[in-house]
Structure formats: structure tokens, C-alpha cells
């Protein structure tokens, strides 16, 4: 057998020699030393050249198989059989008037004479042999020989780096990473990872902001390259980054405040899986591409899209880690839990990803709980933490159930509306605790109206308590007042606390996400939920 | 480390940004209109109305103006108005 052909450098396509083949060529075949089916026909390429007219022998990797007596053309450059669309070897195409009347691939005794109109051909050979895969078609050649030969599809700038410089390197040198090495956008990585979605690469996604630059699915698919993600990653990304133009999610303040927070990504459906995202063990962690890379190519678009870098419009005082990625699956294990995205509106079935704003996570360990009452008390208890514990009503939470916390409900037949809702009521917190300056902390709420404030006594709370479950926390500013039953004041919008499952079996554990604040306005900044177009 | 050069793709916008020259600062605020912008911070309010009592013991013109919220950036329609009724502007951004 042959050398490896040499296969076409990661370089920009040159103009290429024509690669029409002359007007009284009448075959073209296309072989390879490494197919024992190439070599069967050889006797029968030549049997062709002498009776049935001019013929040019393409080979892939070494023509010495052929021996004498045939015009033979070098393609270990895979421009002819890229160009012809040749999938097998051998594959013989006639020609008239050097366009393509017809074509056999692999060796069929019927078909070939058929073509060639020579009857006496391959007297000697089997009817059939199956022939074998063309190298244009070796992975990762098609797009290379894209990149080379084909029709520009790439609207983006090209850069050429110098002979000795390293890409990695070069890539840093423009500003374009995260501070963690990015993988090269080559026009072959950039071609491959548009070949993950079904959109034309030069639809627009959106404005991204800060400079609100618009977006093609070309240019999310370039940082998709840099971020490291699969082909098949991007409808995810193109899908997070459409829920996070929505305007609820503000991505302008959350890309520019100096909170601490960073779009953190759920995704949930069948995508998850067929994608490999982790929903399991250390989901919040490191160690999966999927759930890394995803994130972190959301992170670039707006870095490098967007204008979005920290130190100039990002001015983030602390910043996070999820300024990198922060990305997970929900745990859907059970059929019985009601998935993020489906209490959020998506459709039971279809992938979606769900964006909300968040800080890093603070985890929550509670070994002792056995009851959901408990566990939802001590879940509270952590909860209150999110801002601050004295701001109410001021940002939301995702809160991370792992499976043994989830357990405890589980076992008490509790579904997420009634966590949600247990939870918002055992948040509610007198007024006078959380006001400006209560506990000699200045920070708080402002102080409640003593004015038109009627007393209730416990039983009212308890009602007041039943009215969270049946329609989410109300502002309480007209009970209390007599010191015993003071006003109650919810820690979260009615929609601002969120839950989702995730993490490994073992461990007593949840996780709060604080989330941006977005000014206090849970109508002007909040989760924004999308389906994802796969 | 490679010997031959490899053609990259630009993940950026590639748009340069139109650049305007900031108009020079008045050499007084006499006939001036200040254009105090709340954007909506905790304690925006508190430094604008400081600086306004100040300009206003100086005799100096203010007009106050403010975003709905500070989660997003203002509106045309906003620096529209602030561009038409005032001169110079000071702005209140952090908390």
C-alpha cells in the first residue's frame, strides 16, 4: 500500500488550476491504492483506455497500482474528487462535452459496461464488488476541502497568522478569549460547526449588547469553535443566546453591572441527552464539554460580538466564575417532576433552555431534615441570604435540589408548585426585621406605613400563609401593627424563585443561585425561557 | 507550534466604532442648564439632590431626569430630552 496522501492544509482557498477536464476526455475514474476493489478494476480501466476512448485515472493516494498504459492524474490534493462529488472508490464517470452524462460506483459488471457501452469489459472479473470510501469523505476532509476548494461561504473576516506564530496564541493576542486558550476558528472548524444547524449561516440572531453588533449565526458559530463546543452544540447556543436577547433578560445590565452575575444556562428535553450534558454528579462542575463549552461560547458572543469585556464596560466589581460558563442539564429522571422549562411555559417534550441571571452558588447542606416541612424551612432559612438578608423583593434565586433533598419531598408526594409555594411562605419575614436600619444594619427596606395598618392575629397569618400557596407572596403591609403580628413581607417576587434538579445521588445538598437584582424590578429583568430550534 | 500560516475566521463584530468628538465644557454655567440623570441606582437620588442644592445656592438651572430602571440603558427618546433641554449633564451611577 501507498503513503497517506497528503490531505489539504488549513489554509485559505487559493485560485485553484482548472480542474475541467480536457474536451476529448470521455472517462474519469477515481481510485485508491488502499481498495482491493481499485485494484480488481485496473485491468478494466485499461481495457477502457484502448477500446471505449480516452480515459483519466484520478488516484488518491499513490497511482504506481496502475502500472503503465493509463493517463493518470494525481488527486492526492482531493480537488477532482471533491469537486466531482466522488463518495467511493473506484467511481467512473463518462463525460460528454465535459459534462456528466453518468456515473458506477464501486465495480458492477452491468452498470459499467452499461456506462462505457463496451461489452467485453471486465470479461475476466466478478459481476460485483463493493468498492470503498472515497478520502474526501475521511472525517473532517469535507470540510477542509470546503474551506479549499468550494464556494466561499464564510463572511467573516479572514486573518492569516504568521508562518511561526501559534493560533492559540494569536487568538489572544486580539482579544478574543476569556482568559482560558480558545480552539482556533479555522474555516474547516468554522464550516463543521455550521454543519449543526439547519439556519443559514448568514441569518442574523439578534443585536448583541453592549455595541449591540448584530449577530449572524456565522459569528455564533465562530466563538461556538472558540469555546471548544460540537457541531451538534450549537442549536443550544443559538438557542441561549435568543433567549438571552429577549428583552426581559436585560443581558445589557447583566453584562454591565458591577453585580456579580453571568447568564447561567439550563438546559432541559431530549437535546440534553443526545448531546451528553451532565445533569448528574458535579453538574455544576467542571468535567462535561456539552455543559462547559455551551456556556462558555455564550460568554464569548458577547465578549466579542457584543463589545461585553471586563475592565471596560463590564464593570463588574467582584465579577464571578460563571463569567467563564455556567451551564447545566435538569436532572429529568422522574417522570413525575415538572421540568424547569415546562413550569415556565415550553412545551412537555421540547428542548429549551431557560437563562437566568446568576451568581456563583452557595450550597446548602442539611443532613438532619426528614420532613418536607423541615427541609422547606431550612431551604428558607438559606434563602433569605439572596442580595441580602434584609432585601426583599429585590432578586430572584434558582434554587439547585440534588437528589437527596429532592428525595425528602418525593417521599411526601410534594411536586414543584408546592415547594415553590411552601417556600415563599415560610420566607415571609416580618417587616420591622428586614427594615433600614433594623438590627443596627443600615441596609434593608424601607420602613412599612404604620397608617390604615390593622392588627391580625395568628389565624389571619395562617390564612395569609394559605393565600401564598394559592396565588404566590403579597406584599402584607395591612397586617400587624400591634407589635405581636407585625406585617409580613415576602423575600421573592411571586415569580422570582425558581427551582431545578440536578447533582449526584449521595449528599444531602441544594444550591442557591442568587440572582441579579436588575434593578429591583422583577418585570424588567427576569428568566427568560426559549425552545430550542433543532 | 506551526511553520505555515493558518487562515483564522473573526469572531468579532468587526465594526469600528463611530467615534464623536465630546463637545468642550462650558467656561461657565451662567445661562446653563444642568441635566441631573438619576439612572436609577439606590442612592442616586441622594447625590443628585446634594448637587442640586449645591448649583442652586450658585443660582445655576437644573433639571432633573431619570431612567425607569438602571437594568437597562436609556432610551433615545430620553437622551432626546436631555440633549433638548439641557447643557451640560451629570450623571448619578453608582450606588
Not at chain 1, 503513503?3 to 488550476?17: F, I
Not at chain 1, 448583541?208 to 452544540?233: D, F, H, M, Q, S
Request: charged content about 25%.
Amino acid at each position: 500500500m501507498g503513503a497517506r496522501p497528503r490531505l489539504p492544509a488549513a489554509r485559505a482557498p487559493t485560485e485553484t488550476e482548472d480542474a475541467t477536464p480536457a474536451p476529448h476526455i470521455r472517462f474519469l475514474a477515481f481510485v485508491k491504492d488502499d481498495c482491493e476493489t481499485c485494484h480488481l478494476v485496473a485491468p478494466a480501466l485499461r481495457f477502457i483506455a484502448a477500446e471505449g476512448g480516452s480515459l483519466a485515472v484520478h488516484w488518491q493516494d499513490d497511482g504506481a497500482f496502475l502500472g503503465a498504459g493509463l493517463a493518470t492524474v494525481d488527486d492526492t490534493e482531493l480537488e477532482h474528487s471533491f469537486r466531482y462529488g466522488v463518495e467511493t472508490v473506484p467511481t467512473l464517470l463518462r463525460l460528454e462535452d465535459g459534462a456528466e452524462t453518468g456515473r458506477a460506483e464501486g465495480w458492477s459488471k452491468e452498470d459499467w459496461r452499461a456506462l462505457t457501452g463496451l461489452g467485453a469489459l471486465g470479461a475476466a472479473l466478478p459481476a460485483h464488488r463493493p468498492g470503498c470510501g472515497s478520502r474526501s469523505l475521511e472525517p473532517g476532509v469535507p470540510e477542509a476541502l470546503q474551506a479549499r476548494f468550494g464556494e466561499r461561504r464564510i463572511r467573516a473576516r479572514r486573518i492569516e497568522t504568521a508562518p511561526y506564530a501559534d493560533p492559540v496564541e494569536v487568538c489572544y493576542d486580539r482579544g478574543w478569549t476569556d482568559g482560558l486558550p480558545v480552539v482556533p476558528p479555522t474555516p474547516e472548524r468554522v464550516l463543521r460547526m455550521l454543519a449543526g444547524t439547519r439556519r443559514d449561516a448568514g441569518d442574523v440572531i439578534g443585536r448583541i449588547p453592549p455595541a449591540l453588533a448584530p449577530c449572524t449565526v456565522e459569528k455564533a458559530a465562530i466563538n461556538a469553535v472558540l469555546a471548544g463546543c460540537r457541531p451538534e452544540y450549537l442549536p443550544v447556543v443559538i438557542g441561549a443566546l435568543e433567549a438571552a436577547l429577549d428583552p426581559g433578560f436585560t443581558l445589557h445590565g447583566v453584562t454591565c453591572s458591577t453585580c456579580f452575575s453571568s447568564p447561567v444556562v439550563v438546559v432541559n428535553g431530549p437535546v440534553a441527552k443526545r448531546i451528553g450534558m451532565n445533569a448528574g454528579i458535579n453538574a455544576l462542575g467542571q468535567g462535561n464539554r456539552a455543559n462547559g463549552t455551551i456556556g462558555r461560547a455564550l460568554n464569548l458572543i458577547v465578549r466579542n460580538v457584543g463589545g461585553g469585556r471586563p475592565g471596560e464596560i463590564d464593570r463588574a466589581a467582584l465579577g464571578g466564575p460563571g463569567k467563564y460558563t455556567f451551564c447545566f442539564a435538569e436532572d429529568e429522571t422522574d417522570p413525575e417532576w415538572e421540568p424547569l422549562s415546562v413550569s415556565r411555559g415550553a412545551t412537555p417534550g421540547r428542548s429549551a433552555v431557560t437563562l437566568f441571571a446568576g451568581d456563583g452558588l452557595q450550597g446548602v447542606t442539611d443532613r438532619k431534615a426528614r420532613t418536607a416541612e423541615e427541609l422547606t424551612r431550612s431551604l428558607a432559612m438559606a434563602l433569605q441570604a439572596v442580595g441580602h438578608p434584609k432585601l426583599c423583593e429585590w432578586a430572584p434565586a434558582l434554587l439547585v435540589v440534588a437528589p437527596e433533598h429532592y428525595g425528602i419531598y418525593r417521599k411526601a408526594g410534594w411536586g414543584r408548585g408546592r415547594i415553590v409555594a411552601a417556600l415563599h411562605e415560610a420566607l415571609l419575614r416580618p417587616a420591622e426585621k428586614v427594615a433600614q436600619g433594623a438590627g443596627g444594619v443600615a441596609e434593608g427596606m424601607p420602613r412599612p406605613q404604620r397608617t390604615g395598618e390593622k392588627a391580625r392575629d395568628h389565624a389571619s397569618q395562617r390564612r395569609a400563609g394559605a393565600e401564598v400557596r394559592r396565588n404566590g407572596p403579597q406584599r402584607r403591609t395591612d397586617v400587624g401593627g400591634d407589635g405581636r403580628n407585625p406585617p409580613l413581607v415576602p423575600k421573592f417576587h411571586p415569580e422570582g424563585l425558581s427551582l431545578v434538579r440536578a447533582g449526584g445521588d449521595a449528599g444531602m445538598y441544594s444550591a442557591v443561585l442568587a440572582g441579579w437584582p436588575g434593578g429591583g424590578a422583577y418585570k424588567e429583568s427576569h428568566p427568560v425561557t426559549r425552545e430550542i430550534e433543532e | 507550534m506551526t511553520h505555515v500560516p493558518v487562515m483564522l475566521h473573526d469572531p468579532t463584530h468587526e465594526a469600528a466604532p463611530a467615534t464623536r468628538a465630546r463637545l468642550a465644557a462650558p467656561a461657565t454655567l451662567d445661562d446653563k442648564t444642568v441635566a441631573l440623570f438619576d439612572i436609577g441606582k439606590s442612592r442616586a437620588g441622594e447625590f443628585l439632590d446634594y448637587l442640586e442644592r449645591a448649583l442652586h445656592d450658585q443660582d445655576v438651572r437644573t433639571r432633573r431626569f431619570a431612567k425607569p430602571t438602571n437594568a437597562k440603558p436609556a432610551t433615545p427618546a430620553i437622551l432626546g430630552d436631555i440633549a433638548e433641554h439641557a447643557d451640560v449633564v451629570v450623571e448619578g451611577l453608582a450606588d
